[in-house]
């Protein structure tokens, strides 16, 4: 795990003091070792920096850049898959100097140029210069677990791992992009190819870049979508052999992600995910796995069942109770973190259970992508029995309602949840096709109202909705539609997120087995009633491989997320945040903001008047932000 910045310069104005400064502002991703590498060609300086987190060959010899041959690499990630590879290739007559995963792709590359990645398995972005073809080549991992920014000018490309590399570069221009600060009031995060600034960019998930430095062409290719899998047929396979497949890739994944030259831990919660993965890796061992849980005061405490988990294992189990003030104190953090404003304020405890951990290991597990995949969220449920209600009215009787709810919803007399609702609904009927109502029908619930979220903004109201109606076809199965979507909306956008973040700002490597593109090529062609049943409900089949090793009664608990007590917080303890990012003074010096509407929103918030309470802690992690990055 590492970070990776540098540059595609044109106009051959940038150098290597450039570098290194960009490679400075990711000292916590790699606080191992620093190294840049200043190419100069006839038609640009290309500019590679790589700031190193040791974890697999812990030599300078693996040091990056990396050359071999004419090609030359960057590489932020991990190849799990990588001693099958390297044997695969020296039987290629490949021979090779290190014991790195580095290396591996530049031959893999070398030997199968872009399809080399079908054969990856792992979390990655790569970077790879051809000085002979005289092309870049940046690959993305599939599920979107390792970040890539990116500025682009006629003159200029700029990127890097995190924001702040692209940032600091001279040429770089910092100007807010309006539509993505709609997107990020609207959603919590900007997502996905968006960024809070304008002409800078993030590359999807399962994609390969590729700029050609003589035509100055920049070409963007998917090589792999979940969606594909959700839209081939069902397996044919029983509910066993479904269990005993799924249970050979599980092990597979999570030996996999055992592999490292330095101590790993697990983020154990006690929730049937992380317990899956820590029974799946204590089991049969003889020496005990790490396991890290914090504990809260207030909010969702996850500590007392991790215990339970961790003593029934037998794990070395380390867990912490953070006092409010030591949480408290992580929010002044985030704007530097987060490069771009960020809401998910479970990012405050993984940022402290990520400092825990890293007291013992270099590199910890983590159980995300569970819910996306097998039916986690009760969300999905609601949103099917949504369906049923909309399917039901006929499309002649949409035109004619989709208005007058429209102007219902601007009565100022009605609750604030009476509007929302009555715009909703009337956003939906004035679209003109099922699989349109089903699309935006899922948006809707996963999102602040339009109408809320143009309120607090000083510029167009236009509706913003970042649906690819497209995208929505081709199911068989309605709910596959949903978790293909949060699959690639809100796993990648918000989770991953927050996770590479938080475990980054300890310097340390977080790894997602549950994320293993075999899990969810498998559990995307599983029958539904595999996944979901009225007794188990979501995630059927995981609880019961969970429940061949851990017994029920441990696991029988209300579903809880990783989540603290914001909203009371706020409202007590934070009170003076307002006063110091909300106040009406600070929001007239943020020209984006609209002081008067926010003044309202304030006073319903504190009158517990106000319906989509989140609003508020997005306004403040955007006052926050915007006064780190543009006024501090």
Same mark, same amino acid.
């Given at each position: 795990?590492?970070?990776?910045a540098?540059?595609i310069?044109f106009?051959?104005?940038?150098?290597?003091?450039?570098?290194?400064?960009?490679i400075?502002?990711?000292?916590?991703?790699?606080?191992?070792?620093?190294?840049?590498?200043l190419?100069?060609?006839?038609?640009?300086?290309?500019?590679?920096?790589?700031?190193?987190?040791?974890?697999?060959?812990?030599?300078?010899?693996?040091?990056?850049?990396?050359?071999?041959?004419?090609?030359?690499i960057?590489?932020?990630?991990?190849?799990?898959n990588?001693?099958?590879? !390297?044997?695969?290739?020296?039987?290629?007559?490949?021979?090779?100097?290190?014991?790195?995963?580095?290396e591996?792709?530049?031959?893999?590359?070398?030997?199968?140029?872009?399809?080399?990645?079908?054969?990856?398995i792992?979390?990655?972005?790569?970077?790879?210069?051809?000085?002979?073809?005289?092309?870049?080549?940046?690959?993305?991992?599939?599920?979107?677990?390792?970040?890539?920014?990116?500025?682009?000018?006629?003159?200029?490309?700029?990127?890097g791992?995190?924001?702040?590399?692209?940032?600091?570069?001279?040429q770089?221009?910092?100007?807010?992009?309006?539509?993505?600060?709609?997107?990020?009031?609207?959603?919590?995060?900007?997502?996905?190819?968006?960024?809070i600034?304008?002409?800078?960019?993030k590359?999807?998930?399962?994609?390969?870049?590729?700029?050609?430095?003589?035509?100055r062409?920049i070409?963007?290719?998917?090589?792999?979508?979940?969606?594909?899998?959700?839209?081939?047929?069902?397996?044919?396979?029983?509910y066993?052999?479904?269990?005993?497949?799924?249970?050979?890739?599980?092990?597979?994944?999570?030996?996999y992600?055992?592999?490292?030259?330095?101590?790993?831990?697990?983020?154990?919660?006690?929730?049937?995910?992380?317990?899956?993965?820590?029974?799946?890796?204590?089991?049969?061992?003889?020496?005990?796995?790490?396991?890290?849980?914090?504990?809260?005061?207030?909010?969702?405490?996850?500590?007392?069942?991790?215990?339970?988990?961790?003593?029934?294992?037998?794990?070395?189990? +380390?867990?912490?109770?953070? +006092?409010?003030?030591?949480?408290q104190?992580?929010?002044?953090?985030?704007?530097?973190?987060?490069?771009?404003?960020?809401s998910? #304020?479970s990012?405050?405890?993984?940022?402290?259970?990520?400092?825990?951990?890293?007291?013992?290991v270099?590199?910890?597990?983590?159980?995300?992508?569970?819910?996306?995949?097998?039916?986690?969220?009760?969300?999905?449920?609601?949103?099917?029995?949504?369906?049923?209600?909309?399917?039901?009215?006929?499309?002649?009787?949409?035109?004619?309602?989709?208005?007058?709810?429209?102007?219902?919803?601007?009565? #100022?007399?009605?609750?604030?949840?009476?509007?929302?609702?009555?715009?909703?609904?009337?956003?939906?009927?004035?679209? !003109?096709?099922?699989?349109?109502?089903?699309?935006?029908?899922?948006e809707?619930?996963?999102?602040?109202?339009?109408?809320l979220v143009?309120?607090?903004?000083?510029?167009?109201?236009?509706n913003?909705?970042?649906?690819?109606?497209?995208?929505?076809?081709?199911?068989?199965?309605?709910?596959d539609?949903?978790?293909?979507?949060?699959?690639?909306?809100?796993?990648?956008?918000?989770i991953?997120?927050?996770?590479?973040?938080?475990?980054? #700002?300890?310097?340390?490597?977080?790894?997602?087995p549950?994320?293993?593109?075999?899990?969810?090529?498998?559990?995307?062609?599983?029958?539904?009633?595999?996944?979901?049943?009225? +007794?188990?409900?979501? !995630?059927?089949?995981?609880?019961?491989?969970?429940?061949?090793?851990?017994?029920?009664?441990?696991?029988?608990?209300?579903?809880?997320?990783?989540s603290?007590?914001?909203?009371?917080?706020l409202?007590?303890?934070?009170?003076?945040?307002?006063?110091?990012?909300?106040?009406?003074?600070?929001?007239?010096?943020?020209?984006?903001?609209?002081?008067?509407?926010?003044?309202?929103i304030?006073?319903?918030?504190?009158?517990n008047?106000l319906?989509y309470n989140?609003?508020?802690?997005?306004?403040?992690?955007?006052?926050?932000?915007?006064?780190?990055?543009?006024?501090?």
């Open positions: 795990m590492c970070g990776i540098g540059f310069d106009s051959k104005k940038s150098n290597n003091l450039d570098l290194v400064n960009m400075g502002t990711l000292k916590h991703r790699g606080p191992d070792g620093f190294d840049t590498k190419i100069q060609t006839k038609q640009a300086n290309v500019g590679l920096a790589h700031a190193r987190l040791s974890i697999i060959d812990l030599s300078t010899a693996a040091n990056q850049p990396m050359k071999y041959d004419n090609l030359t960057i590489f932020n990630g991990e190849l799990y990588f001693s099958e590879i !390297k044997e695969e290739l020296s039987s290629l007559n490949h021979t090779f100097t290190t014991t790195s995963d580095t591996v792709i530049l031959h893999a590359y070398q030997e199968w140029g872009n399809n080399c990645v079908d054969k990856f792992g979390m990655f972005v790569f970077l790879i210069f051809d000085e002979i073809k005289n092309i870049v080549t940046i690959f993305r991992d599939r599920p979107g677990v390792k970040p890539f920014f990116y500025y682009r000018n006629d003159d200029i490309f700029i990127f791992s995190e924001l702040k590399p692209v940032l600091s570069h001279p770089f221009k910092k100007e807010i992009d309006a539509e993505s600060l709609k997107l990020f009031f609207k959603f919590g995060y900007v997502p996905t190819p968006k960024s600034f304008k002409n800078t960019f590359l999807n998930p399962g994609s390969i870049l590729t700029i050609d430095l003589n035509s062409n070409d963007i290719k998917k090589y792999w979508d979940v969606k594909k899998f959700y839209t081939l047929p069902k397996l044919e396979i029983s066993e052999e479904a269990k005993v497949e799924l249970k050979k890739l599980l092990i597979s994944t999570v030996n992600r055992m592999v490292a030259d330095v101590p790993v831990g697990i983020f154990l919660s006690g929730g049937y995910d992380s317990t899956l993965i820590a029974s799946l890796l204590q089991k049969n061992r003889t020496d005990k796995i790490k396991t890290f849980t914090i504990g809260f005061e207030e909010g969702n405490n996850e500590a007392p069942h991790a215990k339970k988990v961790a003593e029934y294992l037998g794990t070395n189990h +380390t867990e912490f109770f953070c +006092t409010t003030k030591e949480a104190e992580i929010i002044k953090e985030l704007p530097f973190f987060f490069d771009e404003p960020f998910d #304020s990012a405050i405890p993984t940022i402290l259970v990520s400092k825990l951990a890293k007291k013992q270099t590199v910890a597990l983590s159980a995300d992508g569970g819910d996306e995949s097998f039916i986690g969220y009760s969300r999905y449920l609601t949103y099917s029995n949504n369906l049923k209600i909309f399917n039901k009215i006929p499309f002649y009787f949409n035109t004619l309602v989709s208005p007058i709810l429209f102007q219902l919803g601007k009565l #100022s007399f009605l609750k604030n949840s009476t509007r929302h609702k009555l715009n909703e609904i009337a956003e939906v009927l004035k679209l !003109k096709s099922k699989i349109k109502q089903q699309a935006r029908i899922f809707g619930m996963n999102s602040a109202p339009n109408f143009a309120s607090i903004l000083n510029f167009n109201k236009k913003t909705s970042i649906t690819d109606f497209s995208d929505a076809e081709g199911f068989e199965q309605t709910i539609y949903a978790l293909t979507a949060d699959y690639k909306m809100y796993l990648q956008n918000d991953l997120t927050k996770v590479d973040r938080a475990t980054m #700002s300890a310097s340390l490597e977080g790894r997602e549950l994320l293993d593109h075999r899990i969810i090529e498998f559990a995307a062609r599983l029958p539904f009633n595999f996944k979901f049943n009225n +007794t188990l409900g979501g !995630k059927r089949i995981l609880k019961d491989l969970v429940h061949e090793m851990i017994p029920e009664a441990i696991m029988n608990r209300p579903k809880a997320g990783f603290i007590p914001i909203d009371y917080w409202k007590n303890d934070l009170k003076y945040l307002f006063n110091e990012f909300l106040s009406k003074e600070e929001i007239e010096k943020n020209p984006y903001l609209n002081s008067k509407n926010i003044d309202k304030k006073k319903d918030y504190f009158d008047k319906n989140v609003i508020v802690w997005r306004l403040l992690v955007f006052s926050m932000w915007y006064k780190r990055w543009f006024n501090s």
